[in-house]
């Protein structure tokens, strides 16, 4: 499901078919934002139970989210809500969208309010990846929001930590190399 709504955003097509995403699958996208040009990465994420240990890493960088789940599936429904407290535990500021997918299948899916989202003020898209309802909506506003949030100051504390770690590995690393160099030419040889 998610795969597809992806798909259908990028490349404009449903091919019904599909094996699961393994792990993660990540698509580059170039976008425009009020004049801007921006560059995306879409996170496709495995639903699967297996790959949880994996999740934390892949909110380091996320700028928004799209919960996903299949309204023919209430497992995927009731999921929602472990995937949402990660998101809220590794990246407590990020803005959420909930999409109910698959509403061609059960077009009654679309009179229903779906609690979880209601109750936590995240905005609700009915969505087909099959004919292509509300897809490009969904990833407009889910971008839209990734650079709006960019734009402000992060109060984000793990966000922060991150950056500042990752600015330091990269001048360490530059330097460790340096250092390692020249450390090995003033060595003598031991044998």
Known sequence: ????????????????????TYALTIFRHKAEVEGKNVDIDFY????????ASMHPSYYFRAQSCVLVFDVTRKITYKNLMQW???????RPGIPIICVANKIDLNTKATTKKFKFATSRNLPLYYCS???????????KEAIRLAVEGTEKPSNDFTEEVMRTL?????????????????EMDNKPNKK
């Open 1 to 20: 499901g998610k795969s597809k709504l992806i798909e259908r955003f990028l490349m404009d097509k449903y091919v019904p078919l599909q094996n699961s």
């Open 166 to 182: 990752e600015y330091f590995d990269m001048k360490d690393k530059k330097g460790e190399l340096a250092l390692k160099d020249n």
């Open 129 to 139: 990846a099959a004919d292509g309802t509300n897809v490009v909506r969904v990833f």
């Open 84 to 90: 949402y407290k990660e998101l809220k535990q590794y």
């Open 44 to 51: 496709d994420t495995a639903g699967q139970e297996r790959f």
